[in-house]
């Protein structure tokens, strides 16, 4: 091999390991030309550049409306006036101070006018004149978190819980089965 079909290997060898559908064309003979030499390019800014489009706003549009991305199920103000709906009492006064005091926690609750989209939505579910205030937690990233440790440390937190055992032990028709008490 020349010193000119060396380089041309030393290349081939380079183009196959930055694009590995290349498929290089070595038929070279004397009545044939050399295969051209790939040209490089150096980078510049645009190759570095992230364009956004709808994509921003899409994203937390998808929390109230999932059949954005093929997920069949309700928004968040959607499950909101369904847990609202779904009370076993029809007490027009612990409706008002559920809708009167929606508390959003969680890093989802960071984009900006969330909490305007949210009481937005409820508001269409809700009737007309229903007090409805959305707030935002101090901590949104952490409060969840903080709260449930205060729980489990409680000391009734055995009694008021299961162990992954009584999971195992006695499968998930048990657990379907356990009967939940709430209190408001």
């Known amino acids: ?11 081939v060898v380079l183009v196959v390991e930055i694009d590995p559908t290349f498929v290089p064309k070595l038929d ?11 040209r490089f390019r ?5 190759d570095f550049q992230v364009l956004l489009g709808v994509e921003r706003f899409r994203c937390p549009e998808i929390l109230f409306h999932p059949n954005l991305v093929g997920i069949d199920q309700a928004g968040l103000d959607e499950m909101a006036g369904v847990s609202i709906r779904r009370l ?4 027009q006064d612990l409706e008002e101070r559920l809708t009167s005091s929606i508390l959003m926690t969680g890093g989802s609750c960071l984009y900006p006018g969330m909490s305007e989209r949210l009481e937005a939505g409820i508001r269409m579910i809700r009737p007309c004149g229903s007090p409805i205030k959305v707030v935002r937690a101090l901590d949104p990233i952490l409060d969840a978190w903080r709260g449930a440790s205060t729980y489990a440390a409680a000391l009734q937190f055995p009694q008021q819980t299961f162990s992954r055992m009584d999971y195992y032990e006695k499968g998930e028709d048990w657990l379907r089965r356990y009967q939940f008490c709430y209190t408001l």
Request: proline share 16%; net charge negative.
């Open 88 to 91: 076993s009492t029809k007490d």
């Open 1 to 11: 091999m020349g010193t000119t079909q060396m380089e041309i290997m030393c290349l």
């Open 42 to 46: 150096p980078l510049t800014k645009e």
């Open 28 to 38: 070279v003979g004397p009545s044939q030309p050399a295969p051209e030499i790939p």
